[in-house]
Structures are given as C-alpha cells and as structure tokens.
C-alpha cells in the first residue's frame, strides 16, 4: 500500500522529467492514466516506438477508423512485452 502511494506521488515528477528530457522509458499509460497500466499487464506501451509523426497524423486525420488502420498498426508496434 505504501509503495503504490510513493508511485503515485512520483507521477508528476516523472510527467514532468519526460516533458523536459522528451523522452520516456517506461509504460506511457503509467504517465497518463496510472490505474490503467495494469489493464494491458504484463504487456506496456513503450513511447519511443511512436512514429515521429504520430501526432500530426493523428491530430489531423478524418476519425474515419473504420476505413483506416493506422492507429491499429502503430499500437501493434508500440504494445510489447
């Protein structure tokens, strides 16, 4: 119980080194949404495998998903054991 409270607290600290450094290494949900790192367990979402241009692409596309499989194709990249 103590360790998941010190996890909990190192959060923002760990948002804010990612920020700064622009990079992590680590479970993204584990930055994001913290309680749902467990979800997806024993597998992460490792951020570094992100297209480069993930982003863009996504903060621009149509949200047709259902004729599109980038999303799909990235998170099969980015979700490893």
Known sequence: M???WLQ???IPYRV????????YYGNLLTLLEPGYA???YPK???NTK?????????ASCSKSCHE???????LE???VD
Do not use: H, Q
């Open 2 to 4: 103590l360790l998941s």
């Open 8 to 10: 909990e607290c190192m």
């Open 16 to 23: 804010l080194d990612a920020y700064c450094s622009g990079k």
């Open 38 to 40: 467990r979800v997806i």
């Open 44 to 46: 992460y979402m490792d």
């Open 50 to 58: 992100f297209p480069s241009d993930w982003f863009k692409k996504t």
């Open 68 to 74: 599109c499989s980038y999303c799909n194709e990235v």
């Open 77 to 79: 990249k980015v979700l």
